[in-house]
């Protein structure tokens, strides 16, 4: 079956602009996480959707950065007046429920703020 | 706060044996997962330990001792194409996984 899906698989912006970045998680997961990676470094938490409840702020780094969730499926990632700090690989994830640790990845946005 | 401790980097020879540790602080628990990352390539599970003891899937093998806040990947039979990053995440809400830095395996021939 189809796993996660991401999109753009890369975005160059500049310094300033806005940016929306696209997760389609697997069809059926009621829990959905954003993280990102810096290069060379593990990954760090951002925000995570459960089914209709709130979502788990927590790890968003700044106001600037925020998500949502229609439909309990398709999930983008919104950050205002992007900094070179934001330049990572955005990494979404999808699970059955929110237990054992097993989630499934999509392949990530490469986003470079120039 | 919160924090997960790996070796940055090991080197093993093809059809060996190697352990990556894992030690961490975090002030709630729920398990300890691991993740294969190859460069440039999304992280794939591994394995999770939510009890102590010994978790077995094939060449990989987990361990989890929540005594003493560690945990290891045990991988057996080693083949080239186990060369990647190897992660340990602790669960501490139910749901987020906290990651470490990851440590970078290299399998030689």
């Known amino acids: 079956g189809a796993g996660v899906s991401q999109s753009p698989s890369n975005k160059v912006t500049e310094k300033g602009k806005d940016v929306e970045l696209r997760c389609d998680p697997i069809?059926?997961?009621?829990?959905l996480y954003w993280y990102r990676q810096s290069l060379g470094q593990g990954l760090e938490f951002l925000i995570y959707?459960?089914?209709?409840?709130?979502?788990?702020k927590s790890g968003l780094p700044s106001d600037r950065f925020s998500a949502e969730r229609t439909g309990g499926s398709v999930s983008t990632l919104t950050i205002q007046r992007t900094q070179q700090e934001d330049s990572a690989v955005y990494l979404c994830?999808?699970?059955?429920?929110?237990?054992?640790?097993?989630?499934?990845f999509g392949p990530g946005t490469r986003l470079t703020v120039l | 706060g919160q924090s997960l401790e790996q070796p940055s980097e090991v080197t093993a020879v093809e059809g060996a044996i190697v352990q990556i540790n894992c030690t961490y602080q975090?002030?709630?628990?729920?398990?300890l997962s691991w993740y294969q990352q190859h460069d440039g390539g999304a992280p794939t599970f591994l394995s999770y330990?939510?009890?102590?003891g010994l978790e077995e899937t094939g060449r990989f093998s987990s361990f989890l001792s929540r005594s003493d806040s560690y945990g290891y990947l045990l991988l057996q039979e080693l083949q080239m194409k186990d060369s990647a990053s190897y992660f340990c995440?602790?669960?501490?809400?139910?749901?987020?996984?906290?990651f470490g830095k990851g440590t970078s395996l290299l399998v030689t021939p």
């Open positions: 994830a999808s699970s059955l429920d929110s237990g054992r640790g097993e989630q499934f």
């Open positions: 069809s059926g997961h009621t829990a």
């Open positions: 959707f459960q089914g209709n409840s709130a979502p788990d």
């Open positions: 975090t002030s709630g628990f729920y398990g």
């Open positions: 330990n939510g009890l102590d």
């Open positions: 995440a602790v669960s501490n809400s139910g749901y987020a996984l906290n």
